[in-house]
Structures are given as structure tokens and as C-alpha cells.
């Protein structure tokens, strides 16, 4: 088989693989396609594999349409799609597991048919039950509703990686944090992970723009005896209003996390203008955060927000925080 040009924008009608629909790994074998022509044209930005299994033309836009259409290649009709897989299903990408840029993750789903049996138990019985309304049919597929797929990933994944699955939820949702504590309290009462899922689901706001957003926003929260961080913001520009990411607007202070997807190299020179002028001309101390800061060896998130707001006090006079301001 020829290989198509690197040269080439996309994928044409010539390609021995549709690009018109998703498909799966075995009809591109069964076309004549290796595994390592796919990884290439994956590679090349030609093909995009969501869910594992399945690829699509790069030129296919993306959306609950085509979404589904991946699904359906591999979901059982009798499958419940849960988990992270439900979440990217409503359109909240931001829920996939760390690195599944580089691994493509497998699809989450729950059968109800006898002898199946869930990987990642959530109780005790490893069984998994919905009440009416948790299970929602869109086309010919049985996802769990967001609201319960948010409860599902803050029940069943580590703690930040739960509160960030909630986070990216409540932003594509219509529910809020109370919702979250209700269920907590009540349909969750008992079952595994319900004592972590309770301490975290009070901060779930739906304002973070990615997974480590909501992680250094949730180590901030850990920090009790700082000032409660206030989410998006708003900062006086010279042409309109910046949005900082986290901050205490009374002690202008503000802490930011630059990842690759909102703050990549083409972003860099807006990002450190835009700064500096909030530095320069209204006062702010704005703190950037990397990666590095929040996971391995060098991370020290905390003691950088702490030397921050203790800093941002010490500019306005060196006043005491007394603490009674924080909130319940």
C-alpha cells in the first residue's frame, strides 16, 4: 500500500480508510492498513483516535454526532457508558484521564447482562444500579445523565483526578456544588469513596479551564489557613478585563496555571503582556504555575501560595489576617 504524502492537508477519498465516518482498528486491517501505517497517520495529525479501537479523519468535526458514532462501534447494546467515557460523550474532554493524549484510553461502560461484571467497583458488591434519571438514551445509546457521571468519577477516582472529573462536568451541566453535597449525603450514603467524595464535591464550581486548574485550585482549598481563592478573576486591562484564574482580589493576588492547551508557546508573549501590565499599572502579584508545581519531586504549590498571599499582605502594610473572614 502507498503511503499518503505528508504533504497532504488530509486524508482523501483516496485513502484505503473512510473518512467520512469513524472506523474501528479491524476495518482498517481488513482494508489492508497496518497497525503502523495507523500510528503514523495518528501521528501525522491525519487520523484522531479517541476511544480505543477507533479512529477518525482529523477533517471530521468534532461533536455529540460523531461522538456517538465512535461509541456505537464498540458499545454493546446492553452497555451502560460510564465513567470518563460517559463524561467526553457530553462534551466534557477535560474529564479523560492524565496522559491519554499519549495512551488512547478504553472505553468505560457497565453490561447488565449476567456475568459481567464492572473492573472498578464502586460497591462493595461490585455491582453498579441506577435509579430513574441516572440513565439517559441519546440515539441508540444508554450513557449515565452528567449529573451522575460527575458522582461517578468523584466516588471512584483518586481525589483530585474525582474533583477535576467534577469540575470539567458542572462546567457543560446544569447543576452546582449543592446538588453534589445532596447526593452525597443521601443516594452515595455508605457506598466507597463517599467520605472523599463529600470533601471535595463543596468546591466543584465548573470554572476551571482544565484538569490542573482544578487540581491547585483544590491544594489551594487544603490550605486552610489562607484566604478562600475566588475563581475567574476579573482584572481591570487597558482595553477591557482580564480573567485571572485564581485569586484574592482584596489582596491583589493571583495564582495561574500555563499547561500546553490554554498557554503554549504561541501564547506566551500575550500571557507575560498581559501580566506585567496587571503588575506594573493596578498592583497585582500574579504567580504562574507549571506542572512541575503541582506533581514530582520539585512540586511546592503550597508553599509558593502561601509566600504569595503572605507577600501580598506585607505590601498593604503588613496587616494580620485574623482568619475570620474565610468563610464556613
Not at 487520523?47 to 460523531?66: F, K, S
Not at 456544588?177 to 455508605?190: I, P, T
Amino acid at each position: 500500500m502507498t503511503d499518503v504524502p505528508r504533504h497532504t492537508p488530509f486524508l482523501g477519498p483516496d485513502a484505503p480508510v473512510p473518512i467520512d465516518r469513524p472506523f474501528t482498528s479491524a476495518e482498517a486491517r481488513a482494508a489492508g492498513v497496518s497497525r503502523r501505517q495507523l500510528a503514523t497517520w495518528v501521528a501525522d495529525g491525519l487520523l484522531i483516535t479517541p476511544i480505543r479501537g477507533v479512529a477518525y479523519a482529523a477533517q471530521l468535526a468534532d461533536g455529540l454526532e460523531l461522538r456517538a458514532a465512535c461509541l456505537r462501534l464498540v458499545v454493546p447494546d446492553d452497555a451502560v457508558v460510564t465513567d470518563r467515557t460517559a463524561g467526553w460523550f457530553h462534551g466534557a474532554s477535560m474529564v479523560l484521564a492524565p496522559n491519554d493524549h499519549l495512551a488512547v484510553p478504553p472505553v468505560s461502560m457497565y453490561r447488565s447482562r449476567a456475568g459481567y461484571r464492572l473492573r472498578n467497583d464502586l460497591t462493595q458488591s461490585g455491582e453498579r444500579t441506577f435509579l430513574p434519571g441516572e440513565v439517559v438514551q441519546i440515539g441508540d445509546l444508554h450513557v449515565t445523565s452528567k449529573l451522575r457521571t460527575a458522582c461517578d468519577l468523584g466516588l471512584l477516582l483518586p481525589r483530585e483526578q474525582g474533583f477535576a472529573g467534577m469540575d470539567a462536568m458542572a462546567a457543560i451541566a446544569d447543576f452546582d456544588a449543592s446538588d453534589l453535597v445532596r447526593l452525597g449525603d443521601s443516594r452515595f450514603k455508605g457506598y466507597r469513596g463517599v467520605r472523599t467524595f463529600r470533601g471535595t464535591a463543596p468546591y466543584v464550581d465548573g470554572l476551571a479551564q482544565s484538569p490542573p486548574e482544578s487540581v491547585m485550585k483544590l491544594r489551594w482549598r487544603d490550605c486552610q489557613e489562607l484566604p478562600l481563592p475566588v475563581p475567574q478573576v476579573p482584572a481591570k486591562g487597558p482595553d477591557g478585563w482580564f480573567y485571572l484564574d485564581l485569586g484574592v482580589p482584596d489582596l491583589r493576588y493571583a495564582a495561574e496555571y500555563d499547561g500546553p492547551q490554554w498557554h503554549g508557546p504561541e501564547r506566551q508573549e500575550h500571557d507575560r503582556a498581559r501580566r506585567s501590565w496587571l503588575v506594573e499599572h493596578e498592583g497585582w502579584i500574579v504567580d504562574v504555575f507549571t506542572a512541575s508545581d503541582l506533581w514530582g519531586p520539585g512540586a511546592h504549590v503550597e508553599r509558593r501560595l502561601r509566600a504569595g498571599i503572605v507577600a501580598a499582605r506585607r505590601r498593604f502594610g503588613g496587616l494580620t489576617w485574623s482568619g475570620q473572614d474565610r468563610g464556613p
